[in-house]
């Protein structure tokens, strides 16, 4: 069933918070206990934005009904429904992520300066599935089932918040506003600033074992970018393999990262 062993205690875990989310849809209209609930759950639905984007490049299970299903619950969570991150990431931002003037989650301003977290964060959020149909357009195949399940998700969504408003808007719609915020959010410090055309200079890596743990090893970036299509529990063995030709400076910490974020980089530096 599982393509990669590996998958099954994520997959586990984040089903189980998918089927915990619709328990309390119906048995709960508390609006504090669901509050609680959200705020709970932002930050291991925040994890879930990274194991959505490993299942992008590398299927889950051998039978594509589950990788739907499992899609769906990722939509749920993160707001980023099935083959989004297939055309805007994989096919989109990994190709073209040395163009900053091509790539679908590009850092830059159009007259080269940086942005800063915020207007980034809010520019790949808001433009991800506009990009994400550009690159689809290439691929008519794959936008096809993209815009099918999009609309099956918006159906599925509209539908909970009618037949139960209050526990959709605390346990989906806003989840999924969260989530895609989250996910724009998260990749800031995967390039930005870095303007190179040499891949093992382009992307931060962040070696903490409790970071790339909740992440699926997505801390070791050069590497996924090295070879996109490998699975996330393959990245330290390849990152090992190459990490001679990785400059010292583009080995951060996650925390150090946060503070950088919201202290030195919320406007952007100057241009």
């Given amino acids: 069933m599982f393509r990669h062993p590996a998958d099954r205690l994520p997959i586990l875990l984040i089903v189980s918070l998918t089927v915990a989310d619709f328990v309390l849809y119906f048995t709960v209209n508390n609006v504090w206990l669901l509050l609680t609930w959200f705020l709970l759950t932002i930050i291991p639905k925040g994890c879930i934005c990274a194991w959505n984007h490993h299942h992008q490049h590398t299927r889950t299970f051998k039978w ?17 429904t099935t083959h ?34 915020l207007e980034y964060t809010l520019n790949v959020a808001l433009t991800s599935y506009y990009r994400g149909w550009v690159v689809g357009k290439r691929y008519p195949r794959l936008l096809r089932t993209h815009l099918i399940y999009t609309a099956l998700t918006v159906a599925l969504v509209f539908g909970l918040v009618a037949y139960n408003p209050v526990p959709a808007l605390f346990l989906f719609v806003l989840p999924m506003i969260t989530g895609m915020l989250i996910t724009a959010w998260a990749t800031y410090d995967h390039h930005a600033g870095l303007d190179t055309d040499d891949p093992f200079e382009a992307s931060y890596n962040i070696t903490d074992p409790l970071f790339n743990r909740l992440t699926g090893n997505l801390g070791y970036h050069t590497a996924h970018h090295y070879k996109q299509g490998l699975h996330w529990s393959d990245l330290p063995r390849l990152h090992e393999e190459i990490k001679h030709q990785i400059p010292e400076e583009l080995y951060i910490d996650p925390f150090w990262a946060l503070f950088r974020r919201y202290l030195l980089r919320v406007t952007g530096p100057a241009g």
């Fill in 64 to 80: 594509t009904p589950l990788n739907r299903l499992l899609e769906m619950s990722y939509a749920l969570h993160t707001g980023v």
């Fill in 84 to 117: 989004l991150w297939l055309l805007h990431h994989v096919l989109g931002h990994h190709h073209n992520y040395l163009d900053q003037s091509r790539d679908e989650s590009r850092w830059q301003r159009r007259d080269g300066t940086q942005m800063g977290t």
